[in-house]
């Protein structure tokens, strides 16, 4: 199994800062095969980033992917009140899929 | 657009089967190499991977549920099943059904969850 290792586990920031979230696996991950999700309390995960880059379908341009290899970037330019929540990040491989743990942006 | 929905019998007891379906709508569960798969979240926790099926029915499953897990369709319903045996008080979860995309094989369309309680 490729585990996926999400740091920190929890990023307190106020709006209007920067949020680089990180997810390390511990194996080889095609970039294609690399995706970050945001959940909100109560809600179902949404997608935001596929093959480590491309943002989903109506998903703001502050939010960018990046990386390649075992170590994978979710980067918020700019935090707007909405963006408080938690992310995860997937991998695909060998048939099977893996989440991180999450990490929790909540508002300091 | 691509609508998922979600059914269970809310309360399981320990050592029954749970069962869930996941009802899609706006599109055909068959089209375009759709493939499907289920996802859970116990309470307070991250996101676990189930189960996948292509809609041509090959499946593949997390290896530590592979045991207890069926994941099938219903071409004829547009439905998604998933049946967990044996289960216990650690199988309660928000289940969630999910779309997988066909090229980067994420999760592009999700169901709204359904909560099930295993307690006797």
């Known amino acids: 199994e490729n585990a996926l290792t999400q740091s920190p586990g929890t990023l307190s920031l106020s709006p209007g800062e920067r949020a680089t979230l990180f997810c390390r696996a511990s194996?080889?991950?095609?970039?294609?095969?690399l995706a970050w999700y945001q959940q909100k309390p109560g809600q179902a995960p949404r997608l935001l980033i596929y093959g480590a880059s491309g943002r989903a379908t109506g998903i703001p341009d502050r939010f960018s992917g990046s990386g390649s290899g075992t170590d994978f970037t979710l980067t918020i330019s700019r935090l707007e009140p909405e963006d408080f929540a938690v992310y995860y990040c997937q991998q695909y491989g060998n048939s099977l899929w893996t989440f991180g743990q999450g990490t929790k942006v909540e508002i300091k | 657009q691509l609508q998922l929905q979600e059914s269970a019998s809310g309360l399981v007891k320990p050592s029954q089967t749970l069962s869930l379906t996941c009802a899609v709508s706006g599109g055909s569960i068959s089209s375009g190499g759709s493939s499907w798969s289920w996802i859970r979240q116990q309470p307070g926790q991250g996101l676990e991977w189930m189960a996948y099926i292509h809609h041509s029915g090959s499946t593949y499953y997390n290896p530590s549920l592979k045991s207890r897990v069926i994941i099938s369709v219903d071409r004829s319903k547009n439905q998604i099943s998933l049946r967990l045996s044996s289960v216990t008080a650690a199988d309660t979860a928000v289940y969630y059904c999910?779309?997988?995309?066909?090229?980067?094989?994420?999760?592009?369309?999700w169901g709204q969850g359904a909560l099930v309680t295993v307690s006797s």
């Open positions: 194996q080889r991950v095609s970039s294609s095969y």
């Open positions: 999910a779309r997988v995309n066909a090229y980067d094989f994420h999760f592009d369309y």
